[in-house]
């Protein structure tokens, strides 16, 4: 028998729970009923596993081995956008990990194949377009 090793990610607040699988499925639970709100599919899922995964009030950001970082709608469980979309993603690119605080996301990307360094991408949304080209860079951890 081979035994398969399942990742989930998942994220408590209060009484919702988001939880993100190896399968690309992103989910949204009520702990309380634990009944399944929201199933984040559709054209727009991720194609490959889920990292990481955060959300607030309104929205769920996930990241996946597929090399994006998506933004979904809470209540309705419609995708809105792609934050981040890598060059290499589908071809070895992943984001290992997101954070984000008040005006930035910082995103941990590499690749699984080791043709990419790790590195760091910073977003900060406090800065105008012109500006923000300027302070999206790149440092290798």
């Known amino acids: ?17 988001v939880s993100g699988n190896a399968d690309s499925l992103v989910k949204i639970w009520d702990i309380t009923t634990g009944a399944c709100l929201q ?12 990292t990481c995964l955060l959300f607030n009030k309104k929205y769920v950001m996930t990241s996946s081995d597929d090399g994006t970082v998506k933004l979904w709608d809470i209540k309705s469980g419609e995708f809105i956008r792609d934050i981040v979309k890598l060059d290499s993603g589908g ?17 941990a990307v590499g690749s699984r194949n080791g043709t990419e360094e790790t590195k760091l991408l910073v977003f900060d949304f406090s800065v105008s377009n012109e500006k923000s080209k300027q302070v999206m860079r790149s440092e290798p951890l």
């Open 91 to 107: 071809s070895g690119g992943v984001v290992w990990r997101i954070q984000l605080d008040k005006t930035r996301l910082v995103c």
């Open 39 to 50: 199933t984040l599919d559709g054209p727009s899922k991720h194609q490959s596993a889920v």
């Open 1 to 17: 028998k081979q035994w398969y090793q399942r990742r989930v990610r998942v994220e408590l607040k209060d009484n919702i729970l």
